[in-house]
């Protein structure tokens, strides 16, 4: 299986700071990578695809880069909305792996 | 417009099957490239990815949960079945199933159902 880890695993953060997550694949995932942002007791949505791809309806704030086994997601301006846990879930090999998650809270 | 919704039991005894159904609308299982996925999250824990039939009859599933599941559609209906043998504690979690396409780029799962808890008790 390929493994994905994201850091930092939390990080606490204000209104209109930019903010960098990273996740990594065990092995090289090409562009195979996408992002999920999740509130509590909801379904995740999906973000980014391809790695850099923005998903239809989601604020260009959003932003996504890497290839290979480095990947990140970027949110050039948090907004109150965007307090969540963000995963990170490679679609190279089966089984399609998540990563462990970052949570993301208000300072 | 594309849903998805899970449905069945909320509470498994141990060593029982769960049957998990998942009914959606606004797209066919008979359209080329056209999946649907299970992903479980136990509470409090990162999501775990444990099958997807796509329109060919291509089932992949998890490895480590291989043993265990099976999953079927039914065209006419909308709806694809996931089955879960023997089931344990450990089981109990948040079950979703989403729409997964072989068309797109990195085969994300765009739609998703509104998940349905599951307890695994005796």
């Known amino acids: 299986d390929i493994q994905m880890t994201q850091s930092p695993s939390s990080l606490s953060a204000s209104v209109g700071d930019r903010v960098t997550i990273t996740c990594r694949a065990s092995l090289s995932i090409s562009s195979f990578l996408n992002w999920y942002q999740q509130k509590p007791e909801k379904a995740p949505r999906l973000l980014i695809y391809a790695a850099s791809s923005l998903q239809s309806g989601v604020p260009p704030r959003f932003s996504g880069g890497g290839s290979g086994t480095d990947f990140t997601l970027t949110i050039s301006s948090l907004q109150p909305e965007d307090f969540a846990t963000y995963y990170c879930q490679q679609s190279y090999s089966i089984p399609f792996t998540f990563g462990p998650g970052t949570r993301v809270d208000i300072k | 417009q594309i849903t998805l919704k899970e449905s069945g039991p909320t509470l498994v005894k141990p060593t029982q099957t769960l049957t998990l159904t998942c009914s959606f609308s606004?797209?066919?299982?008979?359209?080329?490239?056209?999946?649907v996925g299970w992903i479980r999250q136990p509470p409090g824990k990162a999501l775990e990815w444990l099958a997807v039939m796509y329109w060919d009859n291509d089932n992949r599933y998890s490895p480590s949960l291989k043993t265990r599941l099976t999953i079927t559609k039914d065209t006419s209906k909308n709806q694809v079945v996931l089955v879960m043998t023997n089931m344990d504690p450990l089981d109990t979690a948040t079950y979703y199933c989403a729409h997964n396409s072989r068309s797109a780029a990195s085969l994300p799962f765009d739609y998703w159902g509104q998940g349905i808890q599951v307890t695994v008790s005796s």
């Open positions: 606004g797209f066919s299982l008979s359209a080329s490239g056209v999946g």
